[in-house]
């Protein structure tokens, strides 16, 4: 086989059925618009409404943003894939799309963990948290994590264009991911896994440890509220934003907790739609349906008086 630095790829796709083609194509339009619409109403209501000006609703507010993006990143090359069995990306458009999914997929991470921080600064440090959780501190959260995302996205992009590929091969998934690549790289790739080991630590590890650690004092906090109804009020603030937690990292797992050199299953597939495409869509559905005033500023932005109860 021929090697090149610039080579055009085929992804392999969900399916080739043409009748299973029609039904996914449907499918994740109504996903991908469902996404789109619940995390732009749930921007919509938290700008629209003063009450939820808050260091938790900001960082929400970002989740959203980054959600609506890390749809967008794979998503629309899904669609023209079903829609039109070309499954041909250029060498530049799979980066492309590999760079900005390792910088929101990032985001969602780092911001999952600066909520953690949040909720522990209320609930452990209550008295502390306006000193806390100032808009300057919130701000430098999020602009390090943009940072952070970038800067990661960053390094891994350009250690893939040393590489040299083998020509017109068929990269095993749906979008452009980082193993799939290298396993179709004629190069060494020692160097990029290593680094891929170090930076899988630094931003995947580190984050999930201080969110456990943060919940693991939380908890130790709510089991010494002497009264059963402060533990519950305590863990209702905490529970939209563990379930979160819990989607996003089972599915992360599920997705790339394998050896590179075994093939791609479809079970880790099912877990890749969950994990860029279900999870954004379900994180504004999960604090809406449980929050009153998410809910209150909702029916103000839609006009509706009706009650959501």
């Known amino acids: 086989m021929n090697c090149s630095k610039n ?19 449907g499918l994740f339009l109504a996903l991908y618009l469902l996404s789109l ?21 900001f960082f929400l507010s970002q989740l959203s943003l980054v959600d609506i993006c890390l749809t967008s990143t794979t998503v629309p090359k899904i669609l023209e894939d079903l829609w039109t069995s070309n499954r041909f ?14 910088v929101f997929a990032n ?26 959780m100032t808009p300057c501190r919130c701000g430098l959260l999020v602009g390090g994590s943009w940072g952070v995302a970038y800067s990661d996205s960053l390094i891994q992009t350009l250690l893939l264009t040393r590489l040299s590929f083998y020509t017109n091969q068929e990269i095993p998934h749906f979008f452009c991911d980082f193993y799939p690549l290298l396993r179709l790289s004629c190069s060494d790739t020692h160097l990029n896994e290593d680094l891929m080991m170090v930076l899988t630590a630094l931003l995947g590890i580190s984050p999930l ?32 934003h563990l379930s979160m937690v819990i989607l996003f990292y089972s599915t992360v797992f599920a997705t790339y907790l394998k050896p590179t050199s075994t093939s791609r299953s479809s079970g880790e597939l099912v877990s890749a ?12 559905f999960i604090y809406s349906l449980r929050n009153k005033d998410v809910k209150s500023s909702l029916k103000r932005v839609l006009g509706m008086e009706s009650s959501w109860d």
Do not use: W
């Open 7 to 25: 080579p055009d790829f085929i992804l392999s796709g969900l399916s080739r059925d043409p009748e299973k083609q029609q039904f996914l194509f």
């Open 37 to 57: 619409l619940g995390n732009l109403l749930f921007l919509l209501a938290i700008f629209a409404d003063i009450h939820l000006h808050t260091p938790m609703y």
């Open 89 to 102: 990306i250029s060498f530049t458009g799979c980066l492309a799309q590999l760079y900005f999914f390792v």
């Open 107 to 132: 985001m969602d991470n780092l911001l999952l963990t600066a909520m953690a921080i949040d909720r522990y600064a209320a609930i452990c440090r209550p008295l502390h948290y306006p000193l806390l």
């Open 209 to 240: 440890l201080c969110i456990v650690s943060s919940y693991a004092h939380i908890f130790h906090a709510v089991a010494r509220v002497p009264s059963t109804q402060g533990k519950k009020k305590a863990l209702a603030t905490c529970s939209s």
């Open 273 to 284: 739609v969950m994990y860029t495409l279900v999870t954004p869509t379900l994180n504004p």
